[in-house]
Each structure stands twice: as C-alpha cells, then as structure tokens.
C-alpha cells in the first residue's frame, strides 16, 4: 500500500487511519471476547446447570460505553473522509493538458487532446504523463463498462456508455506504474491491462513530438512487402499513421515498436511473442476480438519486421 | 353448528401423553407415503426440506468455488477456458446468494417460528408450501441453463450493457434474468407469511415485546424483502425484454441507461445483504445467551437495532457505485449512511459481549460456533466501514479487498450462526444431540480455514488485485497469496464435510434429547423432541420473555402453571390481536394438499415457454396456474369460508 503523487498521498493516509481503526477495534473487540469466554468459563459442558440462571447484571452499560466509542471513532474516519474527498476532487494546479481513454473489449484507447486535430496523438495501452504536474482525464467506453484504475497513482474510475467520467491524477516520480480494467466487462477481462510511463516534463515532451510523427516507410525489402501486407491484412482494424492502415476496431500501432508490452499490456513486445501474436492472437488470450488470420509463413515474418521498424 | 365462528375454547391442562394428544395427533397427521410427502403443509417437514435444499445448494455453490480455486492457486493456469471460468464464479455467487444464504434462513424460521411463537403452524401453510416449491424449481431452472453449458456469465450483480444481447449473445442471462423472477415470487409469499403469522400468530400473552429477536430478525428482513424484491424483478423484467423484444430500458445504443440497472440491482440488493445476515444475528441473540445462562443483555436495544438496521440498509445502495461518476453531494451522504450504518451493529456486538461477559460460558460446539462469529462479524464490519469511505473504497472497490469483505459477511454472519443454529436446534429436529467432540473438529477446521483462506484476500485486494480475473501473471505479488487463499478454501470445505457426516452419524446414534436438553427458555423447549405434528398440547398463555426460566429469573407470571386453551375441532390454532396478543379468533388450518406443487410446476413451464418463446407452452400452462388457482381458493366449510358451516 503505497502511492506515488499529489492524489495518492491523501488517499494513503486516509487508508492508513481506517485500516489502523480497523485493525483496533477487531484487535480489542478479539482481546474483550477471549477474556469474557475464559473468565467465568463452566467446566461441565452439556450437564447444564439447572440452576445457574439466577442473578445477572443488568449490563446495557456496555452498550452505551461501546456505541459511544465507536461513535466516535465513526465521527472521526467522517471527517477525515470529507477533508480527503474535497482534497483530491480537484486537482492542486492546473492540469497540463487532457488525456481521452476509451474503454475497448479488452483494450484501453489513448488520444492526447491537442489544441486542433492535427496535433491530437494516439496510441493504445501505454499512457505516457510528464511528472509533477497533474493530467485530466476523460474516460469513455467504445462498448460496456470498464474501469480504470492505475492502483499507485489514483483511485478507480468506470467508464460508463454514453457517458464522459472526468478525472485527474498526477506522479511525482519517474517509472512503470501498472494498471488493469477493474470492472469485470467479459472473457478477457483478466487481460486487460494498461501501462503509466510517467517521465520528466523534457522526456515526455521528447516523447510526444516523437509520436506525432508519421511513421517513415522502411526502406529493407522485407519490411515494405510487410507493410504492404499489413495494410491490407490489418488495416480494416488498426491504423498506422501515415499508410493506408486506418482502421479502428483495434489500438493504434503507429509507434508500436516504442512500445514495451503488446496485447493490453499482458505480453513483453518481443520478436518472438510478437509472431506467435500475430499468428494466432487466440492461443495467447482466448476470446479477444483480434481473428487468427490465414497468413503465409513469409507474410508473417515480413508483417512482424514491418512492425518492429514503427519506433 | 355455528361453533366455528362463534366459540369460546375450553381452558385446561392436557399433556403429550394423554388420549387428548392421541385425538390431536390423529388430526394433525399428514398422509404417509409419495402422496403424502408431496402434498404436506407441516411447517416442521417444510421448514427441514428448505434446510436440506439450501444445503444441497451451498454445497453445489462450494464445489463450484473449489473449482475455479484450483484456477488461481497459481499464475497462469489452464485448468479452466475464460469462458468456463465466468460462468462458475457467477453461479457460485448466485447459488451462494439467493438459493442457498436466505434459503437456510427461511428454512429455520419455518421450522422453528411457530414453535417460539406457540402456534400450530405458520399463518398460511399453503402458501409456505408453494414458496418452498418454487424455491426448489426457480433453483433447478437456473441450473438448467449452466447444465447446457449457458450459465449466468455477468457476475451475481449482472451489469448492463455487457449483460445485453449485442454482447451476450446466449440464453445465459435469460436463466438468470427469468430465474430471479421466478425465485422473487418465492421469497416474496414467504416473507407476507412470515409478517403475517407475527401480527396474528402469536400466543396469547406474547405482546411484542416478548418475542424472541430470532422473530425480529426474521419479521424485519421479511418486510424488507416485501418492499426490496420488486425493484429486482423489474429490473430482470426489463432486461429480458431489452433482450428479447428489442425495448430501450438499458440499451446503451437506443440511449438505454447502464446506471439505472445498477441503481435498480442495489436498491434490492444491499437491503438483501442485511436480509440474509438479520436473522441469522437473531439466531445467535437467542441461542447464545441460552450457553451464557442469562438472558440476553439489552433486549430492546438489540430488538431496535435489528429494525433500524434494516432501515438504514435502504439509504446505503449507492455505496456500491462510488466509482461510476455519480455527483460528489450523491456520494458523501451515501458515505456517511454507509458509516452510520456500523452504530446499530456496534449495539449488537456489544450485548453480545456483555451476555458472554456477564455469564458463565458452557461452551459446548454451538457456543464456539457464536463465540467465533462475534469476532468474524466485527472482521467483516470493519471492513466495510472502510469501504464506506469514498476516496479509500475507489481503491478498494472491485478488488479481492472486497471479495474478502463479502465472505466474511456471507461466511461469518450467516454460515457460522447457521451451523451452530444446526448444533442448538437439531436435537429439536430430531431428538437426539449431535456429536460434541466431532463439533468441536468441525468447528476448528472451519474456522482455521475460514480465515487462512479468506484474510489473505484483504492483502491480494490492498495490492491491487482486481475481482473476477481468470487468472493473472506471476510478476504481480499475488501469487503466494492466492495458493493460501486455495488451500484455506480446501481445508473450509473439509470442515463442512465434517458437519455433514456429524449430521449422519447422529441422526441415528447421537444421544437422546429429550425436550430440553440445553436447559433453554423459549417455548419450543417445552415440547417434545421432535415436536409432535400438532406442536402444543395446549396453547400456552405466554407470561413472560422466558417461559421456561420464570422460577429462576423472579418473574412474576407463569406460563406453563396455568392450563392452555384447548383446540381440537379439526386444525386449528388461535388467532391474536397483533399487539398485546389478546386472543380473539380460532383460525381453522388447511388439509395437506398437492395443489401448491402443482401451480408450482406449472409456473416453471410458463417460464420455460418465456425462455424459449412458445406461446404455446404459456398459454397451456397459464390454464393449470389459473385452475389451481382457483381449486386453492375454492372456498372450503371445514375453513369457514362459507357462509353456512358444515357440521364437523
């Protein structure tokens, strides 16, 4: 239980003190209820007494004494919520610019909102923020429900159709943060996860530029007969800034190969699982909407090198 | 003879041994053999069926979890497709939820109501019946549909749109949505019976303030299902039609509305969280003080906490929807309800504590058994006091932190009061006391498991676990936790084999009983073990909280020095003024009767023909419900409901 950032700091603490009430009261109540067994215990289980039932005190102060602590103690973790929930519902500065995710089974989509449309970017999975500063994010579904949620950065927020969920989160530190849907949305709900690559303001914005590139056509043999192939094999789905692949039924892979995971995060972007992606996405996580495509020996290897050179 | 409207009953002393039991025995006796077990109206063989079927159930729903553990022990399993994957943690919590948790609770309360109460039967015996049997067919209907590989695959909570046909395409959800429908209608007749027999049933003398909290218990959850149940079946109405007839309810391409399923599902469904734990508190309120050898400390504070939980438990619903964007005014006065909530259960905690306290503990397997679910209880109620916190529960919600809330809800406030009820009352049932040391093995091994196997979840769900993943990938920290999360489960399980085979050993060789062999207070302790058909010679005139314990405790009044009222002019029970239990009707009891099967068989075939559309099948069926209908109203003279009675 740890969190890193301007939103995640209050939560934590908030968390802290009502796992350490919690943890007290089940730890006090524990001790009252072993000692009160053991006390007075009757040694002759079943030859019940038939006269115990004689005198007994009357006792309900322990009701007011026990309401009137936990009372308390509720007050408190009331507060404490109030101060945090106004806290994080608003983020501390301005935020830097707007990040769309759109919910996919089972795939997140990522466009960073530019001031016109030739400077909106996108990609899939792999949600690039700069540190220290906070980023607002608008949450959409393409079909059911889903939810995000980066566990060290913020708390979750669903995706709900036809509706537009505003949220915010901010890191502090560089590094991976790693998420995943939390809203069950069907088979492959297990398998749909997302990475947060928080970078200093300069690397993101190195990154960023870099991205809105299109992607240079390769000049090897092999990878242009792979992108010729792709457009027309993969293209009714996915896009690739720049070729005739447009589609958008899947993520976008224009930078793929900048990419550290494929499939919704849940596979290392090698060489390897690439192919063995490509050429059957059903073996790796059964169920997703990506067909197992009739495709050559040949067209594979072509399609996966054409795929290694969109840097 | 106009005696059947008009008659004053004698008042006398009889007991179970006279010619006088033999007349009522000989009344009250249902028909023996299939024809007989097919058409009783005897509470006491109702209330062990629905026992045994809810049983039947949770050991289904156990097996099913069993499964998909051995799925997640380790990283990256393959023991199970997605798919198959889905469908057992959705039927398992369907099965554990509605067919086995309430089920069990209605199962006690038919039994063992009017026995507390000093009636001969509930208020409506064929309704109770009919509600028994459509329990069982609503159950089989929706295993019906995972037997043909189309079980529910939503989750128990079955969220729109992925619940519509455009991404559900099967008959799954069809099962589920019309087997809820169908199981409301049970839930529903059982709970206007239970509010109807406290009102009416009661023995005279028991003004409300005598009852037992097993009755409030059972009464406020009653109630509360009355007014929760509707919202259900709406919302699983309105969706069927979405799904078969192309309507717009929550059909997000025609501007359908995901969150008002959501809002529907939890108005029902987070009064039923308190249904299914209210009296299975009430169990542990009456049957513990009886191990204590006292009575319950704060009788009336308990007895209101019990009502006012049920009360609050209407305004908490929200807390389940934190996450879906709702306005932050929504949430912070769902949050607070959410923590308010917690002060009623404080109250009952802290009785219980003084009754133990205040004591002297005999502990035999059933006080372990309530000992060990106050410290559960106070578990799962702090974890939900933490979910109750809006910015902490957008951490918690939908991650295994939450699973483990909801087991030790479901597991320690309605298993374990469930089974040490199984403990108190079996020799009731029976008449014979079960295995005390193999109890005590049981208790061990259930509660070491229960916590080896369902704490851990708390830490996989505080390192972000999400619910519901068919498995996960062994760099993510979870993957310890989960092979102890298995085998905690597996060594759970063992124990319920352990109460099982408890059960059949003692059935047939456990120790004699007799009426009260726990030295308890309460009237069903004043008759045989088993109860005799006709439950009470006479009707006790009931003088105090604890009829049996009155010498002891200084009451003033005397409940069994006095004679009872004497009724013996075919079935009958008395029937009293719903406050101060006056006396003033005898209430003439129906005849076994297989009518309430048969309507029952026919509204399962009526649902059938709605699953596969045959107007047919429907409009068939339709006829034998209304035939029954009417051969069940058909007014009877030996009932009184005819003008002029017949001579009986």
């Known amino acids: 239980m740890h969190g890193d950032g301007a939103k995640a700091y209050p939560v934590v603490g908030l968390t802290w003190l009502v796992l350490i009430i919690a943890a007290g009261v089940v730890v006090v109540i524990g001790i009252l209820l072993a000692i009160a067994v053991f006390r007075r215990r009757n040694i002759t289980p079943l030859l019940l007494d038939e006269k115990m039932p004689l005198s007994h005190p009357v006792a ?9 602590i936990s009372s308390v103690l509720l007050l408190i973790a009331l507060v404490w919520t109030a101060v945090v929930f106004a806290d994080i519902s608003n983020p501390p500065r301005k935020t830097a610019f707007t990040i769309e995710i759109t919910g996919h089974q089972w795939w997140w989509q990522v466009r960073y909102m530019g001031h016109s449309s030739d400077t909106i970017l996108s990609t899939a999975n792999e949600i690039h923020i700069p540190t220290g500063v906070p980023v607002k994010l608008e949450l959409k579904t393409a079909d059911v429900i889903h939810s995000f949620w980066i566990p060290a950065l913020s708390g979750k927020m669903d995706t709900i159709p036809n509706q537009t969920n505003t949220t915010w ?70 896009t690739v800034a720049g070729t005739d692949a447009m589609g958008v039924l899947g993520p976008d892979l224009s930078h793929l190969a900048s990419r550290k995971m494929i499939a919704a995060g849940t596979i290392p972007n090698t060489p390897a699982y690439l192919s063995g992606w490509i050429a059957d996405p059903q073996a790796m996580k059964p169920g997703n909407l990506m067909p197992k495509l009739e495709l050559t020996g040949p067209e594979l290897a072509n399609i996966r090198t054409y795929l290694e050179t969109l840097k | 003879m106009a005696d059947i409207y008009e008659r004053a009953p004698r008042f006398a002393a009889e007991d179970y041994e006279s010619s006088w039991a033999d007349k009522l025995k000989k009344i009250w006796e249902g028909e023996p053999g299939l024809y007989g077990w097919i058409s009783t109206v005897d509470h006491k063989k109702l209330g062990i069926r629905y026992l045994v079927t809810a049983f039947v159930f949770l050991i289904i729903g156990g097996i099913e979890a069993l499964i998909f553990r051995l799925q997640l022990s380790v990283p990256n399993a393959h023991i199970l497709t997605p798919e198959q994957y889905d469908q057992l943690f959705s039927e398992h919590g369907i099965t554990m939820i509605f067919l086995y948790a309430l089920p069990v609770l209605t199962g006690f309360s038919v039994y063992i109501w009017p026995l507390l109460l000093g009636a001969r039967d509930l208020a409506l015996p064929r309704l109770n019946a009919f509600t028994y049997w459509v329990f069982l067919l609503a159950g089989i209907f929706m295993y019906v549909g995972l037997a043909q590989g189309a079980g529910a695959n939503d989750g128990w909570f079955n969220y729109v749109p992925y619940a519509e046909r455009q991404f559900n395409g099967g008959p799954n959800i069809d099962y589920y ?47 509360a299902n009355i007014l929760a149940v509707p919202s259900v079946s709406l919302a699983f109405f309105l969706l069927w039609l979405d ?43 009456d049957a513990l003080p009886v191990f204590c050898r006292r009575p319950l400390v704060g009788y009336a504070a308990v007895a209101l906490a019990t009502v006012a939980t049920m009360v609050l438990g209407f305004g908490v619903w929200v807390h389940h929807m934190f996450a879906t964007g709702l306005a932050p005014a929504a949430l912070a006065y769902f949050s607070a ?81 469930v089974v040490g009820g199984i403990y108190f009352w079996f020799p009731k049932m029976t008449g014979r006391l079960m295995n005390e040391r193999l109890g005590k093995w049981n208790f ?57 085979i408890n059960i059949f050993i003692s059935r047939r060789r456990g120790r004699l009983a007799g009426p009260n062999p726990w030295d308890a207070g309460t009237l069903e302790w004043s008759t045989p073990s088993p109860p005799p058909p006709y439950n009470f010679a006479v009707i006790p005139t009931v003088a105090s909280r604890h009829p049996l314990w009155e010498d002891r405790l200084g009451e003033p009044g005397r409940t069994f020095e006095n004679k009872g009222l004497l009724l013996d002019h075919g079935k009958e029970t008395i029937g009293t003024d719903p ?37 047919a099948v429907m409009i068939v069926s339709l006829l034998v419900i209304g035939g029954s209908v009417v051969v069940w109203l058909w007014p009877r003279p030996e009932l009184g409901e005819t003008a002029e009675p017949a001579d009986v």
């Open chain 1, 169 to 238: 989160i901010e890191a502090d530190k560089p590094g991976i943060y790693y998420g995943q849907c939390t809203e069950y949305c069907g088979v492959e709900h297990a398998k749909m996860r997302m990475l947060m690559v928080a970078q200093p303001p300069a690397e993101f914005q190195q990154w960023w530029r870099h991205s809105l590139q299109p992607a240079t056509p390769p000049k090897a043999d092999d990878a242009r007969q792979g992108m010729i192939s792709f457009v027309v094999h993969c293209g009714s789905c996915h």
């Open chain 2, 243 to 285: 799904r078969n007839y192309g309507t717009h309810f929550f059909n997000v391409d025609s501007s359908g509305q995901p969150l008002l399923w959501q809002h529907l599902f939890w108005m029902f469904a987070h009064p039923w969280v308190y249904v299914i734990v209210l009296p299975a508190m009430g169990i542990v309120s």
């Open chain 2, 444 to 500: 061990w091994i259930m509660f070491i498991g229960f916590n080896l196997g369902f704490f851990p979840m708390h830490i996989s769900g505080l390192l972000g676990m999400p619910r519901r993943v068919y498995t996960y990938s062994a760099n993510e920290g979870w993957t310890a936790l989960n092979m102890i999360t298995t085998i905690g489960s597996y060594i759970f399980a063992f124990g319920i084999l352990l109460l099982l």
């Open chain 1, 60 to 68: 309900t102060s322990w009701i007011t004494i026990g309401v009137a």
């Open chain 2, 337 to 417: 309800a959410s923590l308010i909530i917690a002060i009623p259960s404080a109250i009952s905690v802290f009785a219980w504590l003084a009754t133990i306290w205040t004591g002297r503990p005999v502990t035999t397997t059933a006080f372990y058994f309530f000992a060990g679910f106050v410290l559960l209880f106070v578990i799962g109620g702090v974890s939900g006091f933490m979910t109750a916190s809006v910015p902490a529960d957008w951490q918690f919600t939908d991650t295994y932190f939450v699973v483990a809330h909801i087991h030790y809800v479901l597991i320690g406030i309605n298993v374990f009061p």
């Open chain 2, 177 to 223: 949505a019309l087997g809820m429908i169908f199981l409301g209608i049970s839930t529903t007749g059982a709970s206007i019976n239970f509010v109807v027999t406290f009102l009416r049933l009661r023995a005279p003398g028991m003004s409300i303030n005598r009852v037992p909290i097993m009755i409030w218990g059972t009464l406020t959850s009653s109630a």
């Open chain 2, 579 to 615: 406050l101060d239990a006056t006396p003033n009707v005898i209430l003439k009891m129906p005849e076994d009767t297989p009518t309430p099967l048969v309507l029952s068989l026919a509204m399962m075939a009526f649902f059938f023909g709605m699953l596969v559309h045959s107007w």
